[in-house]
């Protein structure tokens, strides 16, 4: 059975992106997995609390974890199965825990929120945006996406197909000093001519920055997710990778999908 999770965050922004994850769980008959840790650092290493308090914090963190549970089961009609997941220490080891029991089809969480070394695909939720189905995708690439995501990312892509059946659109922002448009196009026919089933015409924009670019071009269009590959598994090392200035322009839910994600050779379970 496939399945999302969602970190919890108490935030507005926070709640829009679990009910977003839950829309998705609604339309595509998946669970969800409400994760939801209680992080007691107290700078450089954990506060030594008493028994008694600590005990109180994680009655308070299970009842509001329980209302928030209630909620997005009433949001849904109460036809998604969710599950909730109280742990303390560090959100990022236990989400990446989680994840690997669990393997989600996607992680799902407001925009900004980041996760270091996140082994599935990451959707990040504007707020104010309502899941209204994926049914055109846009694929921020450059040359390097070209050449090697975009055939890596094939598994996903095809699990995108299959549960969404969206169209896709590849968007390359051409900067300063990079190629002449026609070099660019004939690199990318030449790349898609070497793939079987899944080629779709590439889009140019013109643009003194890739996250002008992308504003442009989603500013003009009607697309429902923007899909990037940041260039490391860590990918708020976004000095050497687009992705952070891409997500920074979006309107639009963007979905990110790193490194071991791409070369995994396998669909997404």
Known sequence: MRNIIIPV??????MNAAKFGVDIALERGMD??????????????????????LEELLNH?????????????AHAGQRVLIRTDLET??????????CGEKHPFLVVAAMGRLFKGLQFPLLLIPEGVSFRGFRHVVVACDREDIHTCLGKARPLI??????FHPRFTPVHVLTEGEGSAGKIILEYQSWAGSLEGWAPTITLVRQPAVGEGMAEYLGGHDADLLLVFPKKHSWLESHVSKAAEITGCSSVPVMLCGPSVQGSGRDIP
Do not use: F, H, P
Not at 9 to 14: F, I, K, L, N, P
Not at 32 to 38: E, G, H, K
Not at 67 to 73: D, N, T
Not at 158 to 163: E, I, K, M, N
């Open 158 to 163: 095809r699990q995108l197909t299959d549960v």
């Open 89 to 98: 220490g560090k959100l990022e080891e236990r989400l990446m825990k989680l």
């Open 32 to 53: 969800v997995y409400l994760l939801d840790v209680l992080e007691l650092n107290g700078g450089k290493g954990y506060t030594v609390l008493s028994q008694s308090v």
């Open 9 to 14: 965050d108490s935030t507005g922004a926070g």
């Open 61 to 73: 963190s299970q009842e509001q974890l329980k209302e928030l549970s209630e909620k997005l089961g």
